[in-house]
């Protein structure tokens, strides 16, 4: 008796592992951020969820903060050592999340033009998670805080 409740508790725990894990893989939820990283970054854009690019990614945005898309964002040797840190650490591996250009730009990853497309909606900027994605500042991209214009659709 006490071998057979301990194979179905085993095969409950795996099954119910099995679907905490997908239910955390779709929820698209990346935050909250540590505070250090959404202040800084988040001063000037959306603090972007760590995972959405690789390492190398990271490494490039970090690394070229003097000239940040036409901006001298420029922070402190620890602030940067730090900052690196926890996006490397929160990094994602796949291929399609790698930069497929010099500046390292997130909306340039394959993953984010096959989610959202080439072409922003009309009078928006992919830059600017927020306007879709309205809780985008706390790192939240699901499905239930997504407001985006009436009519759009993925352009290419």
């Not at 730090?82 to 990094?91: G, Q, R, S």
């Not at 497309?117 to 500042?137: E, L, R, V």
Request: aromatic share 8%.
């Amino acid at each position: 008796m006490m071998k057979i409740s301990t194979t179905i508790f085993t095969a409950m725990s795996l099954v119910l592992a099995g679907m905490a894990s997908t239910a955390a893989a779709g929820d698209h939820s990346y935050g909250p951020y540590p505070a250090y990283y959404s202040e800084e970054c988040g001063s000037c854009h959306v603090p972007y969820p760590p995972q959405r690019m690789t390492q190398a990614g990271w490494e490039i945005q970090i690394k070229g903060l003097k000239q940040h898309f036409g901006t001298d964002a420029s922070i402190d040797a620890p602030a940067s050592q730090k900052i690196l840190a926890y996006l490397v650490n929160n990094a994602g591996v796949k291929e399609k999340l790698a930069p497929t250009e010099a500046t390292a730009r997130i909306t340039k990853t394959h993953w984010f033009v096959k989610e959202h497309g080439t072409m922003p909606p009309k009078g928006k900027a992919f830059s600017d998670c927020t306007q879709c994605h309205t809780q985008a500042g706390q790192g939240d991209y699901s499905e239930r805080s997504l407001k985006t214009p009436a009519g759009w659709r993925r352009g290419s």
